[in-house]
């Protein structure tokens, strides 16, 4: 079996898309949970892809370095949009899952940074 050690993202990543979740069913928005439900591995996936370009595991020179995250960066950002375009076909609400699937990183920094803020140690 495989072993995975979540970061302290990742596992923030996974509080907000289940309470997402747990809004989406409780409000009857199916069709969000669903968007939430395929765009949430996509996002940890991603994720991981560029954490592997931020930690620099080759010990690339910094040039090739920055070239590698940059590049996945692009590449990050291209697949995020053509994701929304696709999740268009599914309604506004699947649409509205999707985006706030591929934002729980973002979502997750911002908590970090309101803890900080008020001195909570984030």
Known sequence: MIKIKLTRTEKGMLALAALAAAAGLGGGYYAFVAGLGIALPVSLGLFRWQLGAVANLDNLP???????????SLMRSSLTLALLGLALAGGIEFLFGVFAGLLLQVLVYMGEAILIILGKEG
């Open 62 to 72: 910094p040039q090739k370095a920055f070239n590698r995250f940059f590049g996945r």
